[in-house]
Each structure stands twice: as structure tokens, then as C-alpha cells.
């Protein structure tokens, strides 16, 4: 078994409004910031995850991802590997 | 009869149900914890409204691995009646028994108010005491009210006749100004606005009785 370090980044559809995104995009021009055009928000959420290898790893965010950490009616997601650790004592 | 509430770590308005059916409605109502997977003897279910684990993550997004949602699921395939009020409507949105689901109010704001509410749908027995397009009133409180959907699952729910409520005043962007649904066969209903809160001659508005008085028909 190895440890594997992941990024899952979920975020709005495009087709759904994020007035969240809209109000800080608004907050932008008081801060004397013009030009952004497109402000959107989304979760980063950072796993450490145990597998067989990459692969296996893999196979299990994406089950998590679309079943837990995002709600794909409203919700698209990516996944990114950071380092992977040294294998575990097994 | 029986009515059975669940009850979440952090649900808020299962007192406030139970009132309405066993107190304003004389109906036995029990309460369900969410660990429960026993749902024999109760002839319909309430998700009430409230902030179920808190939630984190997404509105009812944990809720729905709760166990007894399991059992819900079996509940509503034998033909049970289930209503999700809030965040009921929120979670039964994230278990797949209702079509889409409820993200952030258009305003960002929490919104505490009365919404004047037009009856869609006379296809199920929840609103059998209303003829289609009539006009109600009941309470809200929600942040995450605005229902969203697919083009594809709208034109669904249209000819399914599944849309059950409507805003007259959309007070948080939902598409199509849409309060409330059903499934296809009409046995769950999802709705924001909180009948529980009209049932009693003491707030001044019993808009919501009707509505609860159809979970035992």
C-alpha cells in the first residue's frame, strides 16, 4: 500500500450563477481593481488516501468525488496528485 | 396512523412538525433518529427542516448516508408517503429520490419572510384540497433555497406534471420560480416553504394544514 496525496477541486457548473463569485467579483472594483470580468468560486479539498497504486487511488476519488464531495446537478470537479509518499509498512 | 419525523443531529423544526400533525392535526407522530432503520408502522414520513451535521460540505450532503435513509428508500418504493420540508427538501434532492438541487439564495442572503405561493400540480394527493393555480402563503427561512436543474430534467418535471409549487414573488432565483416538486409518482414531495409553520389559528395563517392533513391519504 502507498499513500497517495490528492486535490479534488469542485466547483460551480458553468450554466449555474454563483452570486458569491458575483459579489466578491463586485468587492474587487472597491478594493481600485478594474478589468475582472469573471469571478467564480469553488472548495479545494486535500486527501491523503491509501492504495494499491495510483490507479486504485484514482478510482476511489473518483467515487468519492462524484458521490460525496460534489453534486454533479450543480457541480463539475478535478483531480490533481501531489507527490506521491513513500510506501507503507505493511 | 402514524407519522414518523427523522431527526438529524442538527434538525431544527421536528418539534415544530410534530406540533402541527399531533397538535393542530391530531395525528400520532413519533420521532425517528437518523441511526433508526426500522420503519414499520408509520404509514408517511417528515424530513423537517434545520441544518442537518451541520451542513458542511453541501446542504444534506452527509445527511443522505445517514441509515435511515436506506430504509427511506425502500419506504418510498413500496408507495409511503415521504415530505422533505428545507433542508428535507435538500436532502432528498442529494439522495436522488427528487430531480436537481438547492444551492445558495440568488441574494446571498438568509431569507426569513412569508412567500405567496401558487399551487402547480393537482396530480397528487398533497394538494388535493386546492385546484390548480390557487394562491397560499406560507412561511420561509432558507439560505440555500434556489433550485436548479438541467433544461433536460425541467421539461421533465413539466411533463411528469411534477412541479407541486411555484413562487409568485421568486424570492432566491429558483429556476422557473419553482418552491416545490414531486417525483414522478407523486409520492415525495420536496418543498422550501414550511407548512408546520401554518397549521396553528395562534400564528394567523393556516395555509399549511391542508398540506399536512394529506400525509395520511
Known amino acids: 500500500m502507498s499513500l497517495f496525496k490528492a486535490r479534488v477541486f469542485v466547483h460551480l457548473r458553468p450554466s449555474v450563477l454563483d452570486p458569491a463569485g458575483e459579489a466578491t467579483r463586485s468587492a474587487t472594483k472597491r478594493l481600485g481593481i478594474d478589468g475582472v470580468t469573471q469571478l467564480r468560486i469553488g472548495k479545494s479539498i486535500e486527501l491523503e488516501i491509501e492504495a494499491e497504486n495510483r490507479d486504485d487511488a484514482r478510482s476511489k476519488i473518483e467515487l468519492m468525488s462524484d458521490r460525496l464531495l460534489a453534486n454533479p446537478v450543480i457541480e463539475d470537479w478535478t483531480l490533481e496528485f501531489k ?5 507503507l509498512t505493511s | 396512523m402514524n407519522i414518523g419525523i427523522i431527526v438529524f443531529p442538527g434538525s ?8 402541527a400533525t399531533e397538535g393542530c392535526l391530531g395525528i400520532s407522530t413519533s420521532f425517528l433518529w437518523h441511526e433508526t432503520t426500522d420503519l414499520s408502522g408509520y404509514d408517511a414520513i417528515v424530513i423537517p427542516g434545520g441544518f442537518s451535521y451541520g451542513d458542511y460540505l453541501r446542504c444534506g450532503a452527509i445527511a443522505r448516508f445517514a441509515p435511515v435513509l436506506n430504509s427511506l428508500i425502500s419506504f418510498v418504493d413500496k408507495g409511503g408517503k415521504v415530505l422533505g420540508i428545507c433542508n428535507g427538501f ?3 434532492t442529494e439522495l436522488g429520490l427528487l430531480q436537481g438541487a438547492l444551492t ?5 442572503h438568509f431569507i426569513c419572510d412569508r412567500a405567496k405561493l401558487s399551487i402547480e400540480s393537482t396530480k397528487s394527493s398533497w394538494m388535493k384540497n386546492y385546484k390548480k393555480h390557487d394562491s397560499i402563503s406560507l412561511p420561509i427561512a432558507h439560505g440555500e433555497g434556489r433550485y436548479q436543474c438541467s433544461p433536460d430534467i425541467l421539461k421533465k418535471l413539466q411533463d411528469d406534471d411534477s412541479v407541486a409549487l411555484k413562487y409568485a414573488d421568486n424570492p432566491n432565483g429558483s429556476i422557473n420560480d419553482i418552491a416545490g416538486i414531486t417525483n414522478k409518482k407523486g409520492n415525495v414531495l ?3 416553504p414550511h ?3 401554518a397549521c396553528d389559528d395562534a400564528l394567523g395563517n393556516i395555509d399549511g394544514k391542508s398540506i399536512l392533513s394529506t400525509l395520511l391519504s
Not at chain 2, 431544527?12 to 406540533?19: F, Q, T
Not at chain 2, 445558495?104 to 446571498?108: A, G, M, P
Open chain 2, 90 to 92: 435538500q436532502i432528498l
Open chain 2, 104 to 108: 445558495r439564495n440568488k441574494n446571498l
Open chain 2, 12 to 19: 431544527n423544526c421536528d418539534r415544530d412538525v410534530r406540533w
Open chain 1, 83 to 87: 507527490d506521491e509518499q513513500k510506501a
Open chain 2, 195 to 197: 407548512p408546520e409553520r
Open chain 2, 190 to 192: 420536496g418543498m422550501m
